[in-house]
Nanobody
Framework: QVQLVESGGGLVQAGDSLILSCAVS????????MGWIRQAPGKEREFVAA????????YYADSMKGRFTISRDNAKNTVYLQMNSLKPEDTAVYYC????????????????WGQGTQVTVSS
């Protein structure tokens, strides 16, 4: 069983930066692809970013490229999402995700989900 716990969300102003963290339990963290998926009120879940098990490959949704950076520390069982130049449309609940398949994360169908952390960007 894998458990994911996000932290770092909050209320920020447009243009600000924020770092989300996701702590993962279990000894097999380094075998999983990890990612972030978000859901805004009244909208469907949206893929944000994903990173391969060894951290060598990263993928981003087009609207996040250049602003968001995903990284992982396999020694700490933690994945991060650095978010810069935040916009009001980035307001959403951000979920950490884990799966053996990167494709399941990029299509918002991961096997494991965190409980989510709220990010609110004011204009």
């Amino acid at each position: 069983q894998v458990q994911l716990v996000e932290s770092g969300g909050g209320l920020v102003q447009a243009g600000d930066s924020l770092i989300l963290s996701c702590a993962v339990s279990g000894r097999t963290f380094s075998r999983y692809a990890m990612g972030w998926i978000r859901q805004a009120p009244g909208k469907e879940r949206e893929f944000v970013a994903a990173i391969g098990s060894r951290g060598l490959n990263t993928y981003y949704a087009d609207s996040m490229k250049g602003r968001f950076t995903i990284s992982r520390d396999n020694a700490k069982n933690t994945v991060y999402l650095q978010m810069n130049s935040l916009k009001p449309e980035d307001t959403a609940v951000y979920y950490c995700a884990a799966d053996f398949s990167m494709g399941n994360i990029t299509t918002s169908r991961p096997e494991y989900w965190g409980q989510g952390t709220q990010v609110t960007v004011s204009s």
